[in-house]
């Protein structure tokens, strides 16, 4: 019977991930997510995502998440308000212990906060928390937390730069037909 279901929920799964791939109505989508117990904030413009699993995830206001990004929300990812995700990165909040003599699973939450940005093609593991302002650069692989206002890159992530902290925008990129 535990087959039937987890298969069951992966079909859930598919259905949903293929919705974003085809429905332009970002308030739709919004929706979406809530009758599976993901909360998203007001003006948060959520693109083509794949997500792994039913609840586990809170995403804030004026977000942008684009195209291909993967959130492997089996544990819980935690996404701030002002925040813009790039095409395809990927949060990953489970993994498997290779040390382990039965390959069992492990993970860690993740938390992304307030006004920070990720380009496209960045790796994110779990347990990392992103802090307030940071900005992650194309293809970087965020093995540790991130600090606040800093600019990190590279495979591991390491720090390159300040950013300044004056940060007065608001995201809006609601498109219905972007990329």
Not at 90 to 115: C, M, Q, R, W
């Amino acid at each position: 019977m535990r087959n039937y279901l987890l298969q069951l929920n992966f079909i859930i799964l598919a259905l949903i991930n293929l919705s974003f791939r085809f429905c332009f109505l970002f308030s739709l989508k919004r929706l979406l997510l809530y009758c599976i117990g993901i909360k998203t904030g007001k003006q948060t413009a959520i693109h083509g995502i794949k997500i792994f699993a039913l609840g586990k995830m809170k995403i804030g206001r004026n977000c942008s998440i684009n195209s291909g990004v993967y959130l492997d929300n089996r544990r819980r990812i935690t996404i701030g308000n002002n925040v813009n995700i790039s095409h395809d990165s990927k949060i990953y909040t489970l993994g498997h212990d290779y040390n382990s003599p039965d390959f069992a699973t492990k993970g860690k939450e993740v938390i992304i906060e307030d006004n920070v940005v990720i380009f496209s093609n960045v790796l994110i593991m779990p347990g990392v928390t992103i802090h307030e302002g940071a900005v992650v650069l194309p293809g970087a692989v965020v093995t540790k937390d991130v600090e606040e206002f800093s600019v990190v890159g590279g495979n591991p992530a390491r720090f390159i730069n300040h950013r300044q902290k004056n940060i007065s925008y608001s995201l809006d990129y609601r498109y219905w037909f972007a990329l």
